[in-house]
C-alpha cells in the first residue's frame, strides 16, 4: 500500500514561514525522486521544486527561488519544502510527488496540503 502523507500547511500571514512534511510507505524512497507540486484555483499545477535520489535540487518556479527550500532524509521516508518569506501569491494547495528515478512512468501523488498565505 504506497502511502504519501502530506503534513505542515495553513493559515499564514505575508513574510511567515512554514514547514510542508510529506511521509512516504510502501515502496523504496531511497530509489525516488521526489517533487513538491502545487495548484491554486483555476490554476495549471506547478512543479515547485524536486530532490533526485542521489540529492540534486532543482528549484524550478523562478517565483519562489531565494525563499523555499526543498530537502529529504531517507532514514525517515521524509521530504520537506521550507516555505520562508511567504506571500499571497504562494496560496495554493500543495502536492508530494515520487517519481522511480530510473522509471519515470512509476508515479505516486499525496493527497495535497493546503497552503493560504493572508493578513
Known amino acids: 500500500q504506497v502511502q504519501l502523507v502530506e503534513s505542515g500547511g495553513g493559515l499564514v500571514q505575508p513574510g511567515g514561514s512554514l514547514r510542508l512534511s510529506c511521509t512516504a510507505s510502501?515502496?523504496?524512497?531511497?530509489?525516488?525522486?521526489m517533487s513538491w507540486y502545487r495548484q491554486a484555483p483555476g490554476k495549471e499545477r506547478e512543479l515547485v521544486a524536486r530532490?533526485?535520489?542521489?540529492?540534486?535540487?532543482?528549484i524550478a518556479a523562478d517565483s519562489v527561488k531565494g525563499r523555499f527550500t526543498i530537502s529529504r532524509d531517507n532514514a525517515k521516508n521524509t521530504v520537506y519544502l521550507q516555505m520562508n518569506n511567504l506571500k499571497p501569491e504562494d496560496t495554493a494547495v500543495y502536492y508530494c510527488?515520487?517519481?522511480?528515478?530510473?522509471?519515470?512512468?512509476?508515479?505516486?501523488w499525496g493527497q495535497g496540503t493546503q497552503v493560504t498565505v493572508s493578513s
Open positions: 510502501g515502496f523504496t524512497f531511497s530509489a525516488y525522486d
Open positions: 510527488n515520487a517519481r522511480y528515478s530510473t522509471f519515470n512512468s512509476r508515479n505516486y
Open positions: 530532490i533526485t535520489s542521489t540529492g540534486g535540487v532543482i
